[in-house]
């Protein structure tokens, strides 16, 4: 893909959740607050390591597995919803998310998502859209009152980095 001519903002992005079934329950973030954060993500995913013998570096590896993180925020319009989905039914199965299957697996003792972020690119002559996926996902939810009421999410990445971004 050539590079792009024009500078993606907060108008142009898409977040979906979706469960590991065999045709996934998916919800599209509504009222995203357009504040989608990605930490983390480096070479092979692994921390990097520095020997030193007699404070001389004699070398540097990589060794345990890192996983990144992110956060993102919404507006809240409802909590749970049997025919809709939403973002609280989505990381908590409840109502239209109750017989999700976590992307684990069906047996997995933690509950997992994919994640799809898609930044909008045909519509300013890119020859595609920029999507990136992070997979097997464990997410946790915060609600605070305001105006509006807001969920902020976390997640942590425990599968692969895919798409645009494939590590």
Known sequence: MATSSVVKNMADGTIVLKDGSG????CTVRFDNADFSLDGLKAKLRETNAYQHRGVLSSVRHTTRTFPTFTFSCSMSNFTSAGADTVS????K???????????????DVFCLDVQITEEG??????ADHVFGLEDCELSLSYAEGDPNT???SGTVYGAVTGDLAI
């Open 89 to 92: 039914d989505a990381i908590l």
């Open 151 to 153: 969920f902020s999410i």
């Open 94 to 108: 409840n109502g239209a998310f109750a017989s999700a299957v976590s992307t684990l697996g069906a047996n997995a």
């Open 23 to 26: 045709t996934p329950i998916s």
């Open 122 to 127: 045909s519509s300013f002559g890119d020859s």
